[in-house]
């Protein structure tokens, strides 16, 4: 099993976009769109990535930071800002999310879209990843979450194409592999993506680690780092939470 849930990022930054493009697409940018929107204050995004979400929370007229780990990701997050000409509204600092480098308590809104903190498996990293949080925010300041629901119960295979397009005038294929650790919750997804042009073939192998956090335990780790949970929704309109949910999103407060 990976060792740390980051490793694998660089390498999927070349991809990222376009397996969201034909997976969670834009199901919950809205959702984002609106906490930023009654946030007053700036807004800080944990694990930005590509910019999926800061492009569309920024053109709305937030205040956005967006901080992530991996240079290939803000690269490509730092064109499409340019792009769309919203290099006054938002910014992007490479940095880790358990020792954000911000100074003082200035951001009045926190999010954590994707499952980014399924990306740290081991629990000392999370708790260091929430105090964090909870340092940076003003009182008061609301702390969003999305994690991926119950990955567990998700079959291992291997081997499997999961997905086959164009992506910028290359055919790309995804082979995809599952395996479990059920006793510490964790899923690996092995890919190798193959990326044909002509007569030219590559093939980029790397893993991706996430760990499942369930309501229990993220509500506890949440009081544990200072905060008060608001909510738990089971999508991205606000509909209520069950274990069978298509997301779970929680909703919280600096105590």
Known sequence: MTAHGWEGWDDYARFYDWENAQTVQRRDVGFWERLAAAAEGDVLELGCG???VTIPVAKTGARLVGIDRSAPM???ASRRLRRAALTGTASLVRGDIRALPFRRARFALVMAPYGILQSLVRDRDLAAALRSAHRVLRAGGRFGIDLVPDLPV?????????LSGTMGG???SLIESVRQDRRRRVTVFDQRYTATRGR???VYDFSLTFRTLSIRTMSARLERAGFAVDAVLG???GGPWDPRADAWVLLARKR
């Not at 998700?154 to 999961?162: F, V």
């Open 50 to 52: 590509t910019g999926r």
């Open 74 to 76: 803000l690269a490509r």
């Open 154 to 162: 998700w079959s291992e295979y291997e081997k499997k194409k999961t």
């Open 200 to 202: 030219q073939r590559r």
């Open 170 to 172: 290359a055919h790309v």
């Open 235 to 237: 999508d991205y309109r």
